[in-house]
C-alpha cells in the first residue's frame, strides 16, 4: 500500500521503517528541505496547507496519517474529501486545543487537573482566584516539548506569562499533585479491534521527556486501559494513540492524548512483539493488529541537543541506538536509546540505565538515589 505522511521527522521515519516489513510505500509532505525520513519514501516539499502538494499526496496514497498534532486542520479536511485519512480530522480537532481536550475528558468521565479558558489577562486573573496557585498556563494550540507553556508561581508571574505566551488563547491549569507521570499506548483498528502496550513511567526535564521505563504489570495498568479505551471508542479513533496521565494517590488523571505514535513508546521497537510504529500501519491500512507480548523491561532515554560515541551505547548489554539523522542543536531530539533486560538480574538492568543516562548527559536522573526499576526482589532475574 502507498502511505502518505504529514511530516518528515523521526516519527515519520520509524513508521517507513516499520512498514519495510509490510510491503508499504511512503511519501512525506514536509516543507523542511531535508527532513530525516525522506531517504525512506518520496518527499513533497511543500507547506502543510499548499493544495496543490496535498492534492499530489492524495492521488499518490491509499491512506494518510500524520506525525504531530500542529498540522492544519483544513488540510485534512481537504485530504478527507480525497482519500482515507487516520485517524479522522474529527480526531485531531480534539487533541490540537488544550481547551477542547479538556473538556472533552470531561463529558466522559475522566478526571483531569482543574482548568479555565483564558482570553485576556483580566480572564487569567479571575480564573487562578478559584484554580489557585501554584498553576500552569498554557496555550490551547501550537504546545509541545514545554513550549507554549509558563508555570505560575505567585500572582506577579501572571502579566509575564500572558506577555511570554502571545497574548493568545490559553488555558490555565492548576498544578497537580502526582505520583507519578505515566502514559499508556493503545491502538485500535478499523473495525474496533484494540490492543493496549504496559503503561510508561515517564521523567521530564524542562518539559522535554528524558526517560522512560515500561512497567510490567503495574496495578493501574487496567485503569489506563479503561480510560484510554473509552477515549478510542468515544472518538471512533483508528491508529495508535497515546494517552498521558498523573497518578494521584490511586486515581489517574488525564494531561492529554496524541493522536499518534508516541516518544514515551520508543521502547516498544526491541521490547515489543509489534511495536507501535507497526501497528499504527497495520489499524489505518485494514490490517490485523500485531501481538504485544511485551514480557521483558525495557527503557528508553532521550538524546537531546548531541549525539553519544554509538560504540560506547553499544558497549552496553542490551542497549540500542537510534540516530536520527539530524542536525545538533540545544533542545532539539536527535536520537533516543533503548535498554533491554532481558536474563539479567534489576540489579544488572538499574546499573546499565543507569550507564545509559550518564552517556545521555542525563547525570541527576543517573545519579537519583531511588531505584530506578522497582517492585522488583534483589537478585531477581527478569524476563
Not at 283 to 300: D, K, R, V
Not at 340 to 369: M, P, W, Y
Amino acid at each position: 500500500m502507498n502511505i502518505g505522511i504529514l511530516g518528515g521527522g523521526q516519527l515519520a521515519l520509524m513508521m517507513a521503517q516499520a512498514g519495510r516489513s509490510l510491503g508499504q510505500s511512503f511519501m512525506f509532505l514536509c516543507p523542511n528541505s531535508n527532513p530525516c525520513a525522506a531517504a525512506f519514501g518520496e518527499h513533497l516539499c511543500a507547506p502543510y496547507d499548499d493544495e496543490s502538494a496535498l492534492k499530489q499526496l492524495a492521488a499518490w496514497a491509499d491512506v494518510v496519517t500524520y506525525e504531530f498534532e500542529n498540522v492544519s486542520l483544513s488540510a485534512l479536511e481537504l485530504l478527507q474529501e480525497q482519500v482515507p485519512v487516520y485517524p479522522s480530522a474529527s480526531v485531531l480537532a480534539v487533541a490540537r486545543d488544550r481547551l477542547v481536550e479538556k473538556q472533552h475528558f470531561g463529558t466522559l468521565g475522566i478526571p483531569t487537573a482543574r482548568f479555565a479558558p483564558v482570553e485576556t489577562l483580566a480572564d487569567l486573573t479571575s480564573a487562578v482566584q478559584e484554580i489557585r496557585l501554584p498553576a500552569f498556563l498554557k496555550t490551547r494550540t501550537q504546545g509541545y516539548d514545554g513550549k507554549g507553556q509558563a508555570l505560575l508561581r505567585g500572582e506577579n508571574d501572571l502579566g509575564g506569562a500572558w506577555e511570554q505566551l502571545g497574548k493568545s488563547p490559553c488555558i490555565v491549569e492548576s498544578k497537580v499533585a502526582f505520583k507519578r507521570e505515566l502514559s499508556v499506548i493503545a491502538a485500535r483498528g478499523q473495525k474496533g479491534e484494540m490492543v493496549f502496550y504496559p503503561i510508561s513511567e515517564n521523567r521530564h526535564r524542562e518539559g522535554i521527556l528524558r526517560l522512560s521505563i515500561n512497567r510490567l504489570g503495574d496495578p493501574l495498568q487496567i485503569q489506563a486501559n479503561s480510560i484510554i479505551k473509552s477515549l478510542m471508542e468515544n472518538l471512533k479513533h483508528v491508529g495508535v494513540m497515546a494517552l498521558e496521565l498523573f497518578q494521584v494517590n490511586d486515581q489517574l488523571f488525564a494531561n492529554e492524548f496524541a493522536p499518534r505514535v508516541h516518544n514515551s513508546g520508543h521502547w516498544t521497537i526491541e521490547a515489543a512483539q509489534t511495536s507501535q510504529f507497526e501497528n499504527h500501519l497495520r489499524a489505518i491500512c485494514g490490517l490485523p493488529l500485531g501481538e504485544i507480548n511485551s514480557p521483558e523491561p525495557a527503557a528508553m532515554v532521550n538524546l537531546i541537543g548531541r549525539l553519544p560515541e554509538e560504540g560506547k551505547i553499544r558497549d552496553i548489554p542490551g542497549a540500542t541506538p537510534h540516530f536520527y539523522g539530524k542536525e545538533e542543536r540545544p533542545n532539539r531530539k536527535v536520537g533516543h536509546i533503548t535498554l533491554t533486560g532481558k536474563n539479567c538480574t534489576v540489579e544488572e538492568f538499574d546499573q546499565r540505565l543507569r550507564a545509559i543516562l550518564r552517556i545521555a548527559g542525563e547525570t541527576e536522573l543517573a545519579g537519583c538515589s531511588a531505584p530506578l526499576v522497582f517492585d522488583n526482589k534483589p537478585g531477581q532475574v527478569l524476563s
